[in-house]
């Protein structure tokens, strides 16, 4: 069982940036992909960007291709969601994901976050 916590998230104006952070309770093994989704009210859950634990291979929604920026840091445990140049239509709850199948981790991943609010003001 892998618990994943997300932080970073907040209110930021148009044009801004905010760093994601989600933090695994224990060491992922190198199978696993890692990944964040977003939801944002009445609208369905989306991808947003995936990371191979192993490789650092990253995959990025057409949305926020160039302003934002997926990481991982293997000794702490830890992926992050870089996010710049900000939009209103960036506003949504961010949760990381992590699953050992790359397309599962898009839309219906194994372990899920309890989500971080990202509000971007215009």
């Known amino acids: 069982q892998v618990q994943l916590v997300e932080s970073g998230g907040g209110l930021v104006q148009a044009g801004g940036s905010l760093r994601l952070s989600c933090a695994a309770s224990?060491?992922?093994?190198?199978?696993?992909?890692m990944g964040w989704l977003r939801q944002a009210p009445g609208k369905e859950r989306e991808f947003v960007a995936s990371i191979s634990w192993s490789s650092g291979i990253t995959s990025y929604a057409d949305s926020v291709k160039g302003r934002f920026t997926i990481s991982r840091d293997n000794a702490k445990n830890t992926v992050y969601l870089e996010m710049n140049r900000l939009k209103p239509e960036d506003t949504a709850v961010y949760y990381c994901a992590a699953d050992m199948d790359i397309v599962a981790v898009r839309s219906a991943p194994e372990y899920w976050g309890q989500g971080t609010q990202v509000t971007v003001s215009s």
């Open positions: 224990r060491r992922i093994i190198s199978s696993y992909v």
